[in-house]
């Protein structure tokens, strides 16, 4: 091509009427998060979740959808919305890691979402070509600046949502007090029936292009109790009743017929009976130092996602000396089945420590049975794990980690059951639908799924 044919293609891409693909306006798509869905429970005919039953015998499924490294939950809500591997991301934590010199890393879990994202989010893309977008308790969307209508995980009194929804009726201040932190918080199923609420009242008040909605309980309660557990199946449950709230929102504005549904979540969950403190054992190294569970000064200190931990060296000087050191530590730690680098994060699909500073040094992976937590409670490595029954975090390889993925509604087939999709392929298929496209992407377009 020549200077001229160039320049030729450049103004053909950029004039409007011209390009490929247009954003639908008259097009409404929602994206559904149900928290820590292991596919294997969707597989189990015993769990009786009628309004996703039908939302997949409507459209599309599939038996398992592979998930990011660390299988946790903002890492693989950020994978989700971009379509990229967390290496391009930048989400490794739920929240911001943000090293400091002789003491722990601490999360800023709150920070700006230009702080952690690094690549465009399909909200991004529809506010940017004019679509309206709504989120209600999504993650790593603190202040994006391209959400028109927002209910945040903890929403305050005077957020222009939570005024509106206080007017209409349909939530009272005392609610909002109520998911607020604090001794007066209410129970997760609570909080979720709230983040629900709010989702019909910007679906049916807004009509948002894209309204993205997250619940927490089927989490919260796979933790305490474990998945295949009497909780974890009400929970699931309780869940698709909600979902079957807000398709009930859906029918009632008049939108069914342009709107795409997409059910998704983030991580699967494997079962725990004990519990690794690793730095416990860098306390018993030396590298830790402190009174009780109080650490005062650290060289080095390790971070836990559940089934994974990134061990951080805090003291720069001693960094080539200590890595070696803490790799043949962890390597022979009880409930500890693999030590690597942090360099060979890539192979994850996450960043190099050179790359992103909130990295691990090094990667540590829990045993089957096994899960990593921080805190150093008494002074032994390994203890029972009371009162707390699964978690997730393990590398994506896991079967057990795989999550579900519904997609039903305007422009979907019918009928379909796939074997295997990624979460990667989520927001480029979602971006289809709204004639978007992204500018750089790791998954695909599911193809597949649409109609023509
Ligand atoms: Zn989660």
């Given at each position: ?140 969307i603190t202040n994006p600046g391209t959400i028109n209508w927002s209910f945040a995980e903890l929403p305050k009194p005077d957020d222009a949502v939570v005024k509106e929804m206080i007017a209409a ?27 629900t609420r709010a989702a019909i009242h910007m679906l049916e008040t807004h009509k948002p292009n894209l309204l993205l909605y997250h619940t927490l309980n089927t989490d919260a309660t796979h933790h ?145 049975g096994y899960a990593f937590r921080k805190e150093m409670t008494g002074d032994k490595v390994v203890i029972p794990s009371e009162n707390y029954a699964g978690t997730h975090g393990y590398p994506n ?56």
């Amino acid at each position: 091509m020549n200077r001229l044919q160039l320049l030729a293609f450049i103004v053909l891409l950029f004039t409007p009427g011209i390009s490929r693909t247009e954003p639908a306006r008259d097009q409404h798509v929602i994206l559904i998060s149900i928290d820590g869905f292991p596919a294997y429970l969707w597989n189990d005919p015993t769990l009786m979740v009628p309004n996703l039953r039908q939302l997949a015998a409507n459209g599309v499924s599939a038996k398992a959808m592979t998930v990011s490294n660390p299988s946790i939950t903002w890492i693989n809500h950020t994978t989700l919305i971009t379509g990229v591997e967390p290496r391009k991301h930048g989400v490794l934590f739920n929240g911001l890691l943000v090293r400091k010199d002789g003491v722990p890393p601490v999360i800023e879990q709150w920070a700006d979402k230009s702080r952690m994202v690094f690549a465009p989010t399909l909200y991004d893309l529809a506010h940017q070509a004019g679509l309206t977008t709504a989120e209600s308790d999504w993650v790593a969307i603190t202040n994006p600046g391209t959400i028109n209508w927002s209910f945040a995980e903890l929403p305050k009194p005077d957020d222009a949502v939570v005024k509106e929804m206080i007017a209409a009726g349909v939530a009272t201040e005392e609610e909002i007090a109520w998911m607020q932190m604090g001794p007066n918080r209410k129970g997760v199923a609570f909080l979720d029936s709230m983040w629900t609420r709010a989702a019909i009242h910007m679906l049916e008040t807004h009509k948002p292009n894209l309204l993205l909605y997250h619940t927490l309980n089927t989490d919260a309660t796979h933790h305490t109790y474990g998945p295949r557990s009497g909780p974890g199946f009400t929970a699931l449950e309780y869940a698709d009743r909600l979902v079957g709230d807000l398709l009930a929102a859906v029918d009632r504005s008049g939108l069914k017929e342009k709107t795409t549904i997409v059910v998704a979540t983030d991580h699967g969950f494997k079962k725990v009976t004990k519990f690794i403190q690793p730095n416990v054992a860098l306390k018993e190294a030396g590298l830790v130092k402190g009174f009780g569970p109080t650490v005062s000064s650290c060289d080095a200190f390790v971070m836990t996602q559940g089934g994974m931990a990134f061990a951080y060296v805090t003291n720069p000087a001693r960094r080539d000396e200590l890595i070696p050191k803490l790799k043949d530590l962890f390597s022979n730690t009880e409930g500890i089945a693999k030590v690597i680098d942090g360099e060979e994060g890539p192979s994850l699909g996450m960043p190099k420590p050179s790359e992103n500073a909130g990295m691990g040094d090094l990667i540590l992976y829990a045993a089957d049975g096994y899960a990593f937590r921080k805190e150093m409670t008494g002074d032994k490595v390994v203890i029972p794990s009371e009162n707390y029954a699964g978690t997730h975090g393990y590398p994506n390889s896991d079967p057990e980690l795989d999550g579900i993925f519904i997609a039903s509604g305007a422009g979907i087939k019918k009928g379909i059951v796939l074997d295997r999709v990624r979460n990667l392929d989520v927001a480029p298929t979602l971006a289809k639908v709204m004639g978007l496209t992204f500018p750089e992407i790791d998954g695909r377009v599911l193809e597949e799924i649409l109609e023509e």
